[in-house]
Nanobody, 126 residues
């Protein structure tokens, strides 16, 4: 059983930064791509960022966060991170990490991921 536990959320003013962490259980962490998604109030879950397995050479971002957010991973710690800079109230959401199981180049669809964390709340005040 794989468990993903997010942390690092909180309340921040517009223009500020937060770093989210997602700690994964299991010995096969490095074999899987990982993604971050978010769900804002009244909206569907949307893709934020993803990183490929192992060396994390390839990263993917939604247009709304590109240039402001950075995804990275530390396979020795079984952890994936999301550094969020220049936050705006539109970034307010619950942020989820997920493990990508389905192979292929489509990273933005939720059905490509099997295990999900419980989420961490990010609130950006204006």
């Amino acid at each position: 059983q794989v468990q993903l536990v997010e942390s690092g959320g909180g309340l921040v003013q517009a223009g500020g930064s937060l770093r989210l962490s997602c700690a994964a259980s299991g010995r096969t962490f490095m074999r899987y791509g990982m993604g971050w998604f978010r769900r804002a109030p009244g909206k569907e879950r949307e893709f934020v960022a993803a990183i490929n397995w192992s060396g994390g050479i390839y990263t993917y971002y939604s247009d709304s966060v590109k240039g402001r957010f950075t995804i990275s991973r530390d396979n020795a710690k079984n952890t994936v991170y999301l550094q969020m800079n220049s936050l705006s109230p539109e970034d307010t959401a619950i942020y989820y990490c997920a493990r990508k199981t389905v192979s292929g180049s489509i990273w933005y669809r939720t059905e490509m991921y099997d295990y999900w964390g419980q989420g961490t709340q990010v609130t950006v005040s204006s």
